[in-house]
């Protein structure tokens, strides 16, 4: 059961949410419902097994789709991440003011009940339903709350994530008829045995969907035109949490349905990841604005996640699986620190800022705290995950990882970079008056500081959790 | 009379009508012309009908049903014409209330 | 006792935290004890291990599991053996002295940066113990990783200041790049052996299953990573950039630890690099090259920390050189003695510097004999150490490292006492422009030089002593059987390569002839320097041609920036301004802006105009008539008409 409240939680809360009209309301509302779905997950995968993670009712059973929602050790910790995040994105931005509030809520819940849904659908007609239900939500946030080009830039997300999810509907209903029962079952769909010809068809239908939501190059330039122009909460939910969906669906979805299809393009896959981070992390290092930095930077990060996934080893996917969480919680925290500044001094452009070490030193050592976490400094949590990967890309091809290998000097260029111009220097006009951050920015990025450190020094409770998704995935095809 | 004097007819009644809509702007003469269409085709099916009733006459002189068709036909299409008449008339009175003007080019805007 | 082996990492990290976290309510006196006292209890427990590993041998003890996967396990474990626990002695010894010499030095910073300071120093050992201590790649590389953290934090420890900025995220980007290399050693290793255990690589079964190729490529790949680190040729820039940070962390950490991470690294697998004889030959010319081509850098410096980080550079190039013709011990001794001299050079000019209120150019220096006894002697001494004077420590270990080049390539030692009389030259310009002649600061400066406080004074005289009896624990065999306890004592370590290597016994004359040579070239070398520069004016002419050439180091900054950082920025924007936003952006805004002029077009002919619509209706009737019926059915029709 406890996926089903997992879900209904955060539908009704946030349903609830768009009734209400005061903005206090609305965002202790929206804090109370968050605390208490991390409540409810947090039981769930701690202290809970067995039956109480599965859920399967039928739902449309003329069509052959069931209402299934299974955990594994991969949705476990990708509920985690989706299950921690909403709550210190309310609390980080509990100071910042949007219009009509209760509607603001109310789809940042309905979009992580989507979110949820995804990580714990076991029905193709469902996933597709949950997909949809957390992409909606944020084409109206990014829309009405968003920045000054938002319409255009919101538009252009909508066509590139539209266009995926119709391919990939396209690639579901394929399936369904191709399953002997007409079955939409995640089951029915491992168990086909397509021919090697149509499964090289479908396999890019599901691929191009995936890839742009997570985004791989080139699918990637509605990315750092909507973090840009979003508003920094829900930039926080789809960079820490919503790409993540296109790494799951890859690895539920892509890897085991079509096993002969991603061998074989196993290897364009990876060159073109290989080419994005090398590419995105040269752009990031001549950018002038934090917010499309670190959407850069993500796109680098992400790259790698996605040249994992296909070299097809343990180790590989291993450090896919724990970076999918240290990734979320990482750009999480630089959101933050970008957000913080921007509402406090009123620009994101590195050239107006300088010198808030002096003003905020609480706030300059999260900054570096986090970006060396996003750099993968060693006793952080994304060493841990990035090496694995590395080893994993390594084991596929050695140049691949050397290739790679070179976004990580260049990551420390833009991201020492990016420090050094906000925080060191002197202080400049617009950072002369600057003050130390409020209290429940300081004790979130806290948080989430030690979490950066205690997964960094102590990272096998999380190998452990998804080392049998991981077997599943590569073995039991 | 042989068929072919209708159709003769009722194709120049109709060519009047399609280049009269075509070419004028007053909406009442665009209007007339398309009665002037309207009413070729009704002559035409008539005319058709009678044929085809003539033909459809059986040796023993018994009426078939086969020709009556296109003069009910006729008759449909006279009674929704002067419907559509009345409620055409009306927008033109509309229009001319409002812009002094029965030119059809002077509601070029959709809008507004 | 090995039980005790956590505490050694553990004191510098709680200083670490109690510094950081209570660096604003903590007085400076308390923050000075906390950051030195963690590191002095670290050295107590050191020598505690250092005498357990001497009578019984080193010991390997695991805290948890780091990282176990399919494929490979890697523990947090620490491995204290002869290497590891004379690298334990060298980091806690100095780096005690070096706080307590920090806690005058800085006391002129605001209690909150001294608080700050201390913490990264205190988080700096504690990254070094864990490189040192590490008992296997994995562990060494988070050490390796955060002493460049910390190198980082404390290059730019005086934030304010841009240039130092620049200068720190050089140096961090430029140990990335070796770091990379050390990196793909490391996951080479994990492929082929699925382990990257000291204990569990290096034993016979395992080094069996690598090809000579795979060994070749993992010592070239930590080499790479070693020539990051250690600052040798090609990425050696960042180091003398680093002397933008405060003196004692100059130092401590670019030039007592952190820079011989390499030597320790090739040390720790030096049967790898035995079995790999290219690799070795390219250490050694790479060490060679390093070590003269900085040298002769040096020879024109004027900042008086510039001349130190090339010698630095220089003599991390000579222990290279003993590492790549076999002499491990040699190289690890000089690792040490060059830790005493070196950490006793950059005090001492640390002294010279806060005396002279932050002046670091030694032409405006001079006569300083008179006011800083303390610090002149102690200079001196390790000038004459350094130069390789016996029986001052630097002699004996240069000497072991150039006697074992020469069984290799004779070649490679005339080269090697060519750099060491380079180095006699620029050190002695630099003790006698500083310390000999008239002074040449102005007036207010030459009134307040004075003699440091204690603190400062004190480690420099125990270095002192160090340099001057250091090398007695390595006095070569020529002398007297078994005078080399060093060797002794790491025999262990570097058993299975002595086993593996051929060796080059020289004659024990020729052997006296080359020391005595060598001792006398130096000693000339030092009477020209400090005559040359004994009455020298600050008026002296400009320099030009070779000496220009040496005085902007080659040029090799500037070569740097436009072949390799200002293509890739280039490329950079390229692909920024270029490709992203008319390539790939504009395909994509291309199709919508396709479909929009399409549409567009198609709206005219919602004119609006009735006339035009009715048109339009007329002559899609036509031609759907005309569609409709076939050609021939038209013509029928029309020849049954007319």
């Avoid at chain 3, 008026?539 to 390799?564: F, H, M, P, Q, R």
Wanted: aromatic share 14%; with cysteine.
């Amino acid at each position: 059961m406890i996926p089903v409240f997992l879900i209904l939680i955060p539908l009704v809360a946030g349903l609830v949410s768009f009734f209400l009209k005061e903005a206090k309301t609305a965002k202790a509302w929206s804090l109370f419902a968050s605390l208490v779905i991390l409540a409810v997950a947090v039981t769930g995968i701690f202290f809970l097994h067995g039956a109480n993670l599965f859920y399967d009712v039928p739902w449309l059973s003329e069509m052959g789709s069931r209402f299934s929602l299974l955990t594994d050790g991969m949705g476990k910790m990708l509920l985690l991440l989706t299950t921690i995040s909403f709550p210190v994105i309310f609390i980080a931005t509990y100071h910042n003011d949007y219009k009509n509030p209760g509607s603001f809520y109310g789809l940042m819940l309905l979009a992580q009940a989507g979110l949820i849904g995804v990580f714990v659908a076991g029905d193709a007609l469902l996933f597709y339903f949950f997909w949809e239900l957390a992409l909606i939500p944020v084409y109206f946030l990014c829309s009405l709350w968003g920045g000054e080009k938002r319409i255009a830039v919101t538009f252009k997300f909508f066509i590139y994530t539209f266009i995926g999810s119709l391919l990939m509907l396209v690639g579901i209903l394929y399936l369904y008829y191709q399953t002997p029962d007409h079955s939409f079952a995640l089951q029915s769909f491992y168990n086909l045995k397509l021919s090697i010809g149509s499964e090289r068809f479908i396999f890019w239908l599901f691929f191009i969907a995936f890839a742009i939501k997570m985004p791989v190059f080139p699918f990637h330039t509605w990315q750092p035109d909507a973090y840009e122009q979003s508003p920094t909460s829900v930039t926080m939910v789809m960079s820490g949490v919503m790409v993540k969906m296109g790494i799951f669906a890859a690895i539920r979805w892509l890897l085991p349905i079509f096993p002969n299809a991603s061998l074989q393009f196993a290897n364009i896959i990876i060159i073109l990841s290989v080419t994005g981070m090398l590419y995105a992390s040269l752009i990031a290092i001549r950018q002038d604005d934090i917010k499309r930095l670190i959407a850069y930077s993500s796109i680098a990060h992400i790259g790698l996640m996605c040249a994992a996934i296909f070299a097809n080893n343990k180790t590989g996917m291993e450090g896919v699986m724990i970076q999918m969480f240290n990734h979320g919680v990482n750009v999480i925290g630089l959101w933050i620190v970008a957000d913080t500044i921007e509402q406090r001094l009123g620009t994101r452009k590195f050239s107006e800022l300088g010198g808030l070490a002096q003003k905020a030193p609480a706030l300059a050592i999260l900054l570096v705290v986090m970006s060396f976490a996003n750099i993968a400094l060693p006793l952080t949590n994304a060493f841990v995950g990035e090496f694995l990967m590395f080893n994993g890309l390594f084991r596929y091809n050695i140049w691949m990882a050397a290739a790679a290998g070179v976004s990580v000097i260049l990551a420390a260029v833009y991201t020492l970079n990016m420090v050094q111009k906000v925080l060191y220097g002197n202080t400049v006009e617009r950072t002369a008056n600057a003050t130390e951050i409020s209290g429940n920015v300081k004790w979130i990025l806290v948080v989430l500081v030690i979490i950066v450190i205690a997964l960094g020094v102590y990272p096998q409770p999380m190998i452990d959790m998804t080392k049998d998704t991981v077997h599943a995935i590569l073995y039991n095809r | 009379m042989p068929i072919q004097y209708y159709i003769y007819f009722c194709l120049t009644l109709f060519s009047i009508g399609i280049v009269g809509v075509l070419t004028r702007r007053n909406a009442i003469v665009v209007f007339m012309c398309v009665e002037l269409m309207l009413n070729a085709v009704n002559l035409l099916l008539v005319a058709f009908s009678k044929m085809h009733h003539q033909v459809g006459l059986g040796a023993d002189g018994a009426a078939s049903q086969a020709g009556i068709d296109g003069q009910l036909f006729v008759f449909f299409i006279m009674v929704v014409a002067a419907a559509e008449v009345s409620v055409g008339l009306a927008i033109i009175v509309m229009m001319y209330r409002n812009t002094h003007s029965v030119d059809i080019n002077f509601l070029n805007r959709l809008k507004n | 006792m090995s039980k005790l082996v956590f505490l050694v990492p553990l004191f510098p990290l709680l200083g670490f935290l109690v510094n950081g976290l209570g660096r604003k309510s903590m007085s400076k006196s308390l923050v000075s004890v906390v950051g030195s006292g963690a590191i002095l209890a670290s050295f107590v427990v050191s020598l505690l291990l250092f005498f357990d590993v001497k009578a019984n041998g080193g010991a390997v003890s695991t805290l948890f599991n780091f990282i176990d996967v399919d494929g490979f396990k890697i523990p947090f474990a620490f491995q204290v053996d002869q290497l590891s626990s004379l690298f334990l002695l060298i980091i806690t010894g100095i780096g005690f002295l070096i706080h307590l010499y920090s806690s005058a030095y800085m006391h002129e910073e605001e209690p909150q940066h001294f608080g700050r300071y201390f913490a990264y120093l205190n988080l700096f050992v504690f990254s070094m113990l864990l490189l040192v201590m590490g008992a296997n790649y994995v562990i060494m590389f988070i050490g390796w990783e955060g002493v460049g953290l910390c190198s980082y934090l404390l290059i730019g420890f005086w934030f304010k200041n841009n240039n130092y900025n620049y200068a720190a995220r050089k140096a961090f980007v430029m140990n990335r790049i070796g770091d990379l290399g050390f990196l793909l050693a490391v996951f080479w290793l994990l492929f082929k052996l699925g382990t990257a255990t000291y204990g569990e690589v290096f034993t016979a079964a395992n080094l069996a299953k690598l090809s000579s190729f795979d060994i070749t490529a993992i010592t070239m790949l930590l080499f790479v990573g070693a020539m990051g680190k250690s600052a040798q040729i090609p990425l050696y820039t960042w180091l003398p950039d680093a002397m933008a940070g405060p003196t004692p962390v100059s130092a401590l950490i670019h030039a007592a630890t952190m820079v011989t991470a390499g030597i320790y690294m090739i040390a720790r697998s030096n049967i790898l690099y035995t079995m790999a004889p290219a690799t070795q030959t390219l250490v050694a010319v790479i060490g060679l090259a390093t070590a003269i081509f900085a040298a002769t850098i040096a020879l024109k410096q004027n900042d008086i920390k510039k001349v130190l980080a090339y010698s630095t550079v220089s003599q991390l190039g000579y222990m290279f050189l003993g590492l790549g013709v076999g002499a491990y011990t040699g190289a690890v001794f000089h690792v040490m003695t060059h830790a005493f001299f070196k950490a006793l050079l950059f005090l001492g000019a640390g002294s010279v510097i806060h005396a002279m209120h932050h002046e670091q150019d030694i032409r405006k220096m001079g006569g300083l004999k008179k006011h800083m006894p303390v610090t002149h002697l102690t200079f001196l001494l390790a000038c004459l150490a350094i130069a390789g004077i016996p029986p001052f420590s630097g002699f004996f270990s240069k000497d072991e490292i150039l006697t074992a080049s020469y069984g290799v390539s004779p070649l490679y030692y005339y080269i090697g006492v060519a750099g060491a009389l380079m180095t006699a030259f620029y050190m002695f310009r630099l003790y006698t422009l500083t310390f000999l002649g008239k002074f040449r600061g102005t007036h207010e400066q030459e009134h307040h030089v004075h003699e440091s406080r204690w603190q400062m004074t004190v480690p420099l005289i125990v270095l002192a002593i160090l340099s001057v009896v250091g090398g007695l624990v390595g006095i070569p065999e020529v002398f007297a059987e078994h005078a080399h306890s060093l060797e002794h004592f790491l025999a262990p370590i570097f058993a299975e390569s002595a086993k593996m290597a051929e060796h080059h016994h020289l004659e024990a004359s020729q052997e006296y002839l080359m020391m005595g040579g060598s001792t006398l070239a130096i000693i000339i070398m030092i009477v020209f320097a400090v005559n040359r520069y004994k009455k020298y004016q600050a008026t002296e002419a400009e320099n030009a041609g070779v000496s220009k050439l040496l005085e902007n180091k080659w040029y090799i900054d500037e070569l740097y920036d436009a072949v390799i950082v200002n293509p890739l920025n280039a490329l950079a924007g390229f692909f920024k301004n270029i490709i992203e936003k008319s390539g790939i952006d504009g395909l994509v805004n291309g199709v919508g802006r396709m479909v929009s002029y399409g549409s567009r077009q198609l709206r005219l002919l919602q004119s609006g105009q009735v006339g035009n619509y009715i048109l339009i209706m007329v002559l899609a009737m036509v031609v759907f008539f005309l569609i409709w019926f076939n050609d021939n059915t038209i013509v029928q029709l029309f020849n049954k008409l007319f």
